[in-house]
């Protein structure tokens, strides 16, 4: 699934869900490595669903940001740290506000040697709480672009409802992985 383009700049993908995707959009757009970022509908039961299929009807589908980033600049393991961090992790088909299984947590794969590394990390952020985390962690079955509107929403309508805080987003422009 990954792109020409995306292979000329070395290049892997994930895909993630963690509610309102225009704030975790904007939120994962901002990390240093990540090379782009699109908004869209992921692992549902329909084709090319709409948002108003997504939000009104049962399609499955959970609001997802294709995320592609370049593995010489942050691992995964870093990516899903903050990734952890914009979200509530314990939440079951809500975040902030947001409230159906639209809005779900999960974190979709394309590659194998990616399961390993998302369990870890799901392991050990479960260590951190006493209730389960509600963060599926699953292949990626199927992902539709979500509709050119929803492209970089919060970067289009800077005072656009976002569950994630300023802060946040200062801390992932800030965040940086030590490689070495």
């Known amino acids: 699934m990954v792109s020409n383009a995306a292979l000329r700049y070395n290049s892997k993908?994930?895909?993630?869900?963690?509610?309102?995707?225009w704030?975790?959009?904007?939120?994962?757009s901002q990390i240093r490595g990540v090379v782009s970022t699109e908004v869209g509908y992921a692992n549902g039961s329909t084709e090319n669903p709409?948002?108003?299929?997504?939000?009104?009807k049962s399609t499955g589908h959970a609001e997802t940001v294709r995320v592609l980033y370049n593995p010489d600049i942050i691992s995964l393991k870093f990516l899903l740290d903050l990734y952890?961090?914009?979200?509530?992790?314990l939440a079951l088909n809500r975040q902030g506000n947001d409230v159906g299984a639209q809005y779900r947590t999960g974190i979709y794969y394309?590659?194998?040697?990616?399961?390993?590394?998302?369990?870890?990390?799901i392991a050990l952020l479960q260590k951190k709480y006493e209730k389960p985390v509600a963060i599926e962690a699953i292949p990626l079955k199927n992902y539709y672009r979500a509709e050119e509107y929803h492209q970089k929403y919060l970067e289009k309508n800077p005072k656009g409802y976002c569950h994630i805080g300023k802060d946040k987003f200062d801390k992932a422009a800030n965040a940086a992985e030590s490689l070495d």
């Open 13 to 21: 993908e994930i895909y993630l869900a963690g509610g309102c995707f």
């Open 23 to 28: 704030g975790i959009e904007k939120y994962i």
């Open 50 to 56: 709409s948002y108003e299929e997504v939000c009104c």
């Open 84 to 89: 952890y961090d914009a979200i509530n992790p």
């Open 110 to 121: 394309t590659a194998v040697e990616d399961k390993e590394i998302i369990e870890e990390s």
